[in-house]
C-alpha cells in the first residue's frame, strides 16, 4: 500500500533586514526562523514545499540562509518551492535559479500522484499580483490533457482568481484575465491546487478542484500535512510548538518593511483540515 506524504509551509517571509532593530530583534527573529525550519525539515516527507515568499526582500542572503538549513537539515526527501513576490523584489528569476539550482515551474510524476509548482510571480515589487507567461500557460496546458485521471497537486504563490478567501481583491490572485480555472477544468481527475499570498487559512471546491490556501507563517507558524493513500487525501494543519514562537513574532515583525499580521489568519475555522476521496473526485462526477 502507497503513501505519498507531503509536508508545506505557508508564506515564510524570512527577512534579514529589520527596520530600527534592536538586539532583541534580531535575536528574535534568528530563534524564530531557526527553530521553525527544523521543525519543518524534521518531519518525515517524500517532499517539503514552499508555496512562495520565502524570503521578505528577495535577496540572496535570504535565500542562502534558508537553503543553507535545508541541506545541512533535510535528511529525507526533497525541498521544492513556488516563486512568489517577494522572492523576486531584488533579483531575477535566472539569478535565483542558479542560486537555488530549482527551475521556476515544473511537474514531478509519482506513482500516486502528480505535483506541478508553478511560477506566478512577476519581477516588479510595485505590482504583487500574480501572472504567469504565455510559454508556462502552453506548459500548463500541456500538463492538464497528459495524467488522464490522476490525481494532480498543484503550488504556487497566488491563488486562482474567485476561489479562497480574498482572491477577488486587487492584486491577490493570478490575474483574472488568464482564466486559470478553464485550463485546470481540462484535467480529468481530482485536483488540489495550494496556494499562499492571501495571509489566510481558506479552503474552496469548484467541481473536481479543491483549493488550499495556507497563512504566512508569522502569523500562524504551522505546517500542512498531505498524506495521499490509495482513494484518499488528507490534509491537517499541525501548529508547531518547540518554541514560543508568537512571542517571538510579535517582537521582530514590527521590523519587517511593508507586513501587517493578518487579523483574520486563521479563517473561517473550517480551513484547517480536509479530507477528499479521490474515487468521486473526477471530472462530471458526483459523491
Not at 507567461?133 to 506548459?139: P, R
Request: proline content about 4%; overall charge negative; glycine content about 6%.
Amino acid at each position: 500500500m502507497m503513501i505519498m506524504r507531503l509536508m508545506v509551509m505557508g508564506d515564510l517571509h524570512y527577512s534579514s533586514e529589520l527596520i530600527e532593530a534592536d538586539d532583541q530583534m534580531i535575536e528574535a527573529r534568528e530563534d524564530f526562523y531557526t527553530d521553525y525550519l527544523s521543525e519543518f525539515l524534521a518531519f518525515s516527507a517524500d517532499y517539503h514545499l514552499s508555496i512562495g515568499d520565502l524570503t521578505h526582500a528577495g535577496e540572496l542572503s535570504e535565500f542562502d540562509f534558508i537553503m543553507s538549513k535545508v541541506k545541512s537539515e533535510l535528511l529525507q526527501g526533497e525541498f521544492l518551492y513556488a516563486l512568489g513576490n517577494h522572492d523576486t523584489h531584488t533579483c531575477s528569476k535566472a539569478d535565483l535559479q542558479a542560486r537555488t539550482g530549482q527551475y521556476r515551474y515544473l511537474a514531478i510524476e509519482e506513482e500516486e500522484a502528480v505535483l506541478l509548482v508553478l511560477d506566478t510571480a512577476r519581477e516588479d515589487p510595485d505590482h504583487w499580483g500574480g501572472m504567469i507567461d504565455e510559454e508556462q500557460l502552453n506548459w500548463l496546458r500541456e500538463q492538464m490533457n497528459r495524467y488522464g485521471h490522476k490525481p494532480l497537486l498543484v503550488f504556487a504563490h497566488h491563488p486562482v482568481y474567485a476561489t479562497t478567501a480574498r482572491s477577488t481583491e486587487p492584486m491577490m490572485s493570478i490575474d483574472a484575465a488568464l482564466d486559470i480555472w478553464s485550463i485546470l477544468n481540462e484535467h480529468q481527475g481530482p485536483g488540489i491546487f495550494f496556494n499562499g499570498h492571501n495571509h489566510v487559512q481558506s479552503v474552496f471546491q469548484r467541481d473536481h478542484w479543491h483549493f488550499v490556501q495556507l497563512a504566512a507563517v508569522p502569523d500562524i507558524p504551522a505546517v500542512l500535512l498531505v498524506n495521499l493513500q490509495e482513494q484518499q487525501l488528507s490534509i491537517n494543519t499541525i501548529l508547531l510548538k518547540g518554541t514560543p514562537y508568537q512571542e517571538l513574532a510579535n517582537i521582530f515583525v514590527k521590523g519587517m518593511y511593508d507586513y501587517e499580521p493578518h487579523p483574520d489568519a486563521k479563517g473561517d475555522g473550517h480551513s484547517a483540515e480536509l479530507l477528499v476521496s479521490l474515487s468521486f473526485q473526477k471530472k462530471g462526477m458526483t459523491p
